[in-house]
């Protein structure tokens, strides 16, 4: 059961760039105005290809204010005893609006994006939603 959400545009339209920028961090405790510790975030990416071959967006958190942060992870499948983790980059390779749903625990969000290739008339706006879950 959910006790509440908040969502927040943490990066306005704008032109990508070949490096990878980071949108407004998202507080946790500061943006939330609701009781309880949020666990889950739903990343809202409106995206406009233009001459770009891809958009990459990468999701970072934070659990000791924004000194340090982890980047999100994917685990495969188990095989011969190993799990092999690997730190995600979400690819858009398409115009569109993207939804991320991604569990996390931490205070901070570090959202950044970048383009590969000609940025001639491409765009990215981002949306965070965060809920207890």
Known sequence: MSVGFLSKEI???????????????????????????????????????????WGEIKVEISTDAGTTY?????????????????????????TGVYQFPIPFVGNKIKISAKGDGTATNSSLALRLTVASV
């Open 11 to 53: 990066r306005a339209a704008a032109i990508l760039t070949s490096s990878f920028v980071a949108a407004t961090v998202f507080t946790v405790d500061t943006d939330n105005y609701y009781s309880g510790r949020k666990n889950q975030m739903l990343l809202e990416a409106d995206f406009t290809i233009g001459s770009l071959n």
């Open 70 to 94: 982890s980047q999100e992870t994917t685990l495969g499948s188990p095989s011969l005893g190993y799990t092999v983790a690997t730190l995600n980059l979400n690819k858009l390779t398409a």
